[in-house]
């Protein structure tokens, strides 16, 4: 009878801890119909990586897509770009797996950041992971004390991500410390994935096996009620993806500075201008994205000014040279450290023609000028030209290409576009006659 009597007590606390673990644990439910985006991401990590996954999150969330799918396969890039789109991830709605792939893909330097923060990530056979030492743009070790900064704070936030997924955080951690890399099979085995897949759609079912928290719950599916669109990046991204590549933003400025002055010493050529002012303007934009050093960019300027201050003034070559160092040291420190730099061999390579090219302007420039000097105005007598314009009194005339004051004899005018002749020449004005 006492037993009988305590059964309600019984069921009630049945009813609760059943309550405690339906509230405490995810609920597995079946899906009727997965819809993934399939998101390739590819090349070094840069500004326009995380437009990309900026654009494919926000499609996903328009379509009302379940889940993201990262194809990856990266050799590591721009610090400041990996933390953004760590943080994108990190922070989703729509839950973001990474897939490492295919084979002979990797996942290395700022790829091991993004690969640990992903809800669920796995690896094709044949591809590695690591390698995420910090190093500096050129590739080179950063100076000590530096390093020891840079390399604490990129720990730190490896460990924490690796943390909150519930990764090998030790293993995490020496990736950065010691840059050790591991394939596939022994990242599953220290749990630094999650498993192995040998493409995105063994990806899919191994996971609707295993079961995904979306919406904070525990989903799983099978292949059949999967459906998988491709996120296409458009012609935006390309551009972006071209534009934001430190050595053609690198270029293009140069490029731009060399036309604007080729067209300073030409004046009226009128096409390298115009050309050289659309790449700097285009080599700016880039580098006020990228993590460039100001005081780079103002050396690389400043060196270019140098080069045209040569034509005007007689240095013996010394601005030159001083724009030859401006422009090597400008090149070495255009961008900080942890940013995708440029290679020693291109920098010298660049500098050099860039110099070269210069010089031969210059040599052409001055050589012309004093050819001209040495000859005096009298070389001007017999030369054709034309009238351009006729203001009172005043006419002036084009001849070899360069405008002059002109009047006659006479003091007869000629309108604008009657053909001429230079008969003689008083100091700065020419003493024209009109062409029979």
């Not at 399939?38 to 437009?51: F, K, T």
Request: with cysteine; net charge negative.
């Amino acid at each position: 009878m006492r037993a009988l009597k305590n059964c309600p007590l019984l069921i009630y606390y049945l009813i609760i801890i059943a309550v405690l673990v339906s509230w405490l644990l995810p609920v597995v439910a079946s899906a009727a119909d997965i819809r993934v985006l399939s998101l390739d991401l590819q090349g070094g990590i840069s500004p326009a990586q995380v437009h990309l996954l900026e654009d494919g999150l926000e499609q996903a969330g328009d379509d009302d897509h379940d889940l993201v799918l990262l194809r990856l396969d990266t050799p590591g890039g721009s610090v400041s770009a990996m933390r953004d789109m760590v943080k994108i991830i990190m922070n989703s709605n729509i839950p973001v797996c990474v897939w490492v792939g295919p084979e002979g893909a990797h996942a290395a330097s700022a790829g091991t950041f993004i690969t640990a923060a992903a809800q669920v990530a796995a690896m094709a056979p044949g591809t590695s992971i690591g390698a995420a030492s910090p190093v500096s743009p050129s590739g080179e070790d950063i100076p000590e004390t530096m390093s020891k900064k840079v390399t604490g704070d990129m720990v730190s936030l490896i460990k924490g991500i690796a943390r909150k997924r519930g990764r090998n955080i030790e293993w995490y951690a020496r990736s950065v410390l010691d840059g050790v890399s591991v394939d596939a099979q022994d990242a599953v085995t220290l749990n630094v994935v999650d498993f192995m897949a040998l493409s995105a759609d063994d990806f899919l079912e191994q996971l609707g096996a295993r079961g995904i928290l979306i919406d904070g719950k525990k989903v799983k599916f099978s292949q059949k009620e999967v459906t998988v669109s491709k996120f296409e990046p458009g012609f935006r991204y390309a551009v972006l993806s071209w534009l934001l590549d430190p050595q053609v933003a690198y270029f293009l400025l140069l490029g731009g500075m060399l036309g604007l002055f080729f067209e300073l010493s030409h004046p009226g050529t009128i096409l390298p201008g115009v050309i050289g002012a659309f790449c700097l303007v285009t080599g700016l934009y880039a580098m006020s994205i990228l993590p460039t050093n100001a005081a780079g960019l103002l050396l690389l300027l400043l060196g270019a000014v140098l080069f045209v201050l040569e034509i005007f003034i007689v240095s013996y070559g010394l601005l030159s040279l001083a724009a030859v160092i401006s422009l090597f040291i400008g090149s070495l420190v255009l961008f900080r450290e942890g940013a995708p730099g440029i290679p020693m061999a291109t920098i010298l390579g660049t500098v050099l023609t860039f110099s070269a090219f210069v010089g031969v302007v210059i040599y052409l420039v001055t050589k012309a000028q004093f050819s001209r000097s040495g000859v005096g105005m009298e070389s001007m007598v017999g030369l054709a030209g034309e009238v351009l314009e006729l203001k009172g009194e005043r006419m002036k005339v084009r001849v070899r290409g360069e405008i002059w004051n002109a009047e006659t004899e006479d003091k007869t005018y000629f309108q604008p576009g009657t053909a001429i002749k230079v008969v003689q020449a008083r100091g700065l004005t020419l003493i024209v006659v009109k062409k029979s």
